[in-house]
């Protein structure tokens, strides 16, 4: 029988802060969403190589002038942090951090792939908060960075115990540690707790490793190893920062991320022994490849997708997240069949908060991105188009100007967050096709513009974008399709398609 084998990484993309979970055959996993809407995607696994989005924990998690870009500042690198995913009893629990709202989220659902979440919130921070389900009845988060905290929750996970469990739990090492120990994973096996945790060095190698505390007892004390120290033979970027899982064959796996520069964090899985009772990951100081499992092999499912927009219902394909919380009046692929129809709303000077820009993620080593649009709905003022995002952003986009006249521009961040044009090119035509390159390999980080009468003939425009991923967006660069107003709103572009190609 032919088994997968698991070659690193196994997604070339930001799905970072990864928590998975195998119930019965099939694993589970969730990973940090921040500003994109819907959240906390679910996604699923028969192999842990073979990833499909499945579900989302919310469409959108709260609704206020942040959520909905309308502040001026908008929700970027915030929003929902370092999700905890754990099933018992035939429920699903999932349970994250917001800290724009200084507040700790925990949803429900005995469904996951195709189940309404239930929501309860509990005031005050918890950062990187995992979730333990102990065999007890009684559960627990253990949160923090640097002292780490447990606190106990009710039996349905709804609300904090009272007069539970509420101390700290444990401090971290503080002896040449630039960043202490923070992004919990805990687990009860075999007599022991135990809990994983990043860490990362002040002096040495300096670079993110993995931490693992283990004790008897919940409360203590705990012993530290080093459980993994390595970069995987990426520019001193150490894998770390989540959790394990074993499989049905009792096999362990390490589900791990590692910063890649612009594209994001993405995800790696390193195979797990146990010696004296402690998880070993074994890579020995090189990127693993052809890892063989006795898992099965199972059809691959792309993470970002082409679209033709053609759907039945005003529903996209899961692979698609606005930025921010949507406004769902001025959006739709059923108005005229086939198209992908942007209304413009509120105003504003900048890409950055221009509502219902809609995104997928990048992939490297190098990927392309194309749209066809038409423009004859667009307004004076209007700005439609195409952009690499981040808060480096760069856009290729059709502008509209007063009687009949529009541009073709590539745009960078001017510095003030609003859209500075790199060039300009008068257009006569009411159908453009746009493309961005994108190429990440060793870190090289560069993105190209493009423009076309035809879809055939292709013209540079602008100059090349360094992208940069910046701890203020803190998310690899998107590909998305806007249409924002700077003087009046009311109009409309049609995007024929979306086309993702990988060479």
């Given at each position: 029988?032919?088994?997968?084998?698991?070659?690193?990484?196994?997604?070339?993309?930001?799905?970072?802060?990864?928590?998975?979970?195998?119930?019965?055959?099939?694993?589970?996993?969730?990973?940090?969403?921040?500003?994109?809407?819907?959240?906390?995607?679910?996604?699923?696994?028969?192999?842990?190589?073979?990833?499909?989005?499945?579900?989302?924990?919310?469409?959108?998690?709260?609704?206020?002038?942040?959520?909905?870009?309308?502040?001026?500042?908008?929700?970027?690198?915030?929003?929902?942090?370092?999700?905890?995913?754990?099933?018992?009893?035939?429920?699903?629990?999932?349970?994250?951090?917001?800290?724009?709202?200084?507040?700790?989220?925990?949803?429900?659902?005995?469904?996951?792939?195709?189940?309404?979440?239930?929501?309860?919130?509990?005031?005050?921070?918890?950062?990187?908060?995992?979730?333990?389900?102990?065999?007890?009845?009684?559960?627990?988060?253990?949160?923090?960075?640097?002292?780490?905290?447990?606190?106990?929750?009710?039996?349905?996970?709804?609300?904090?115990?009272?007069?539970?469990?509420?101390?700290?739990?444990?401090?971290?090492?503080?002896?040449?540690?630039?960043?202490?120990?923070?992004?919990?994973?805990?687990?009860?096996?075999?007599?022991?707790?135990?809990?994983?945790?990043?860490?990362?060095?002040?002096?040495?190698?300096?670079?993110?490793?993995?931490?693992?505390?283990?004790?008897?007892?919940?409360?203590?004390?705990?012993?530290?190893?080093?459980i993994l120290d390595d970069d995987l033979g990426y520019h001193n970027n150490g894998v770390a920062q989540g959790g394990i899982v074993d499989t049905p064959?009792?096999?362990?796996?390490?589900?791990?991320?590692?910063?890649?520069?612009?594209?994001?964090?993405?995800?790696?899985?390193?195979?797990?022994?146990?010696?004296?009772?402690?998880?070993?990951?074994?890579?020995?100081?090189?990127?693993?490849?052809?890892?063989?499992?006795?898992?099965?092999?199972?059809?691959?499912?792309?993470?970002?997708?082409?679209?033709?927009?053609?759907?039945?219902?005003?529903?996209?394909?899961?692979?698609?997240?606005?930025?921010?919380?949507?406004?769902?009046?001025?959006?739709?692929?059923?108005?005229?069949?086939?198209?992908?129809?942007?209304?413009?709303?509120?105003?504003?000077?900048?890409?950055?908060?221009?509502?219902?820009?809609?995104?997928?993620?990048?992939?490297?080593?190098?990927?392309?991105?194309?749209?066809?649009?038409?423009?004859?709905?667009?307004?004076?003022?209007?700005?439609?188009?195409?952009?690499?995002?981040?808060?480096?952003?760069?856009?290729?986009?059709?502008?509209?100007?007063?009687?009949?006249?529009?541009?073709?521009?590539?745009?960078?961040?001017?510095?003030?967050?609003?859209?500075?044009?790199?060039?300009?090119?008068?257009?006569?035509?009411?159908?453009?096709?746009?493309?961005?390159?994108?190429?990440?390999?060793?870190?090289?980080?560069?993105?190209?513009?493009?423009?076309?009468?035809?879809?055939?003939?292709?013209?540079?425009?602008?100059?090349?974008?360094?992208?940069?991923?910046?701890?203020?967006?803190?998310?690899?660069?998107?590909?998305?399709?806007?249409?924002?107003?700077?003087?009046?709103?009311?109009?409309?572009?049609?995007?024929?398609?979306?086309?993702?190609?990988?060479?």
């Open positions: 029988m032919n088994t997968a084998i698991i070659t690193n990484p196994i997604m070339w993309a930001d799905v970072p802060d990864v928590d998975v979970i195998r119930v019965g055959s099939i694993f589970y996993m969730v990973s940090t969403s921040m500003h994109s809407m819907p959240g906390c995607p679910i996604m699923k696994s028969v192999n842990l190589v073979n990833w499909e989005i499945v579900n989302y924990v919310f469409d959108t998690f709260e609704d206020n002038d942040a959520h909905r870009l309308l502040d001026g500042k908008g929700i970027y690198g915030k929003g929902s942090w370092a999700a905890s995913l754990r099933h018992k009893d035939g429920v699903f629990y999932v349970c994250f951090s917001s800290n724009d709202m200084d507040q700790f989220y925990i949803y429900r659902t005995e469904d996951i792939e195709h189940g309404i979440w239930e929501r309860s919130v509990i005031p005050g921070l918890h950062h990187d908060p995992g979730l333990l389900l102990d065999d007890d009845s009684r559960n627990y988060v253990i949160y923090g960075n640097g002292d780490i905290r447990i606190k106990e929750l009710t039996e349905d996970l709804t609300a904090v115990k009272p007069g539970g469990t509420d101390q700290l739990l444990l401090e971290g090492d503080r002896t040449d540690i630039g960043l202490r120990i923070e992004g919990c994973h805990a687990y009860k096996l075999n007599g022991y707790y135990y809990l994983f945790f990043i860490e990362w060095p002040r002096t040495g190698n300096m670079r993110r490793r993995q931490i693992c505390y283990r004790s008897r007892e919940l409360l203590g004390p705990y012993e530290r190893e080093i064959d009792h096999d362990w796996y390490a589900v791990l991320f590692q910063d890649h520069d612009a594209v994001g964090r993405i995800p790696c899985v390193l195979p797990v022994s146990w010696e004296n009772d402690w998880p070993v990951i074994r890579n020995n100081g090189s990127v693993p490849q052809g890892i063989e499992t006795k898992l099965p092999v199972a059809e691959p499912k792309p993470l970002v997708i082409s679209d033709e927009f053609d759907y039945e219902s005003n529903r996209l394909a899961l692979n698609w997240q606005w930025n921010h919380n949507p406004d769902h009046g001025l959006w739709s692929v059923t108005e005229r069949p086939g198209y992908l129809r942007l209304r413009t709303g509120p105003f504003t000077d900048s890409i950055l908060f221009a509502r219902n820009t809609l995104t997928q993620r990048t992939e490297g080593p190098a990927c392309s991105a194309e749209t066809v649009l038409e423009i004859s709905g667009m307004k004076p003022g209007d700005r439609a188009g195409m952009v690499a995002l981040q808060n480096g952003f760069g856009t290729v986009r059709v502008a509209a100007g007063e009687r009949g006249q529009f541009s073709i521009d590539m745009c960078v961040n001017g510095g003030d967050g609003c859209e500075e044009a790199v060039e300009s090119i008068v257009f006569t035509g009411e159908r453009v096709y746009l493309r961005i390159d994108f190429n990440f390999e060793d870190s090289l980080d560069q993105a190209q513009f493009f423009y076309s009468e035809d879809g055939t003939a292709w013209k540079p425009i602008g100059r090349t974008l360094q992208m940069k991923f910046t701890l203020d967006h803190f998310m690899g660069y998107r590909v998305g399709l806007f249409n924002y107003a700077t003087l009046q709103s009311g109009g409309y572009t049609d995007f024929d398609y979306f086309h993702f190609i990988k060479p």
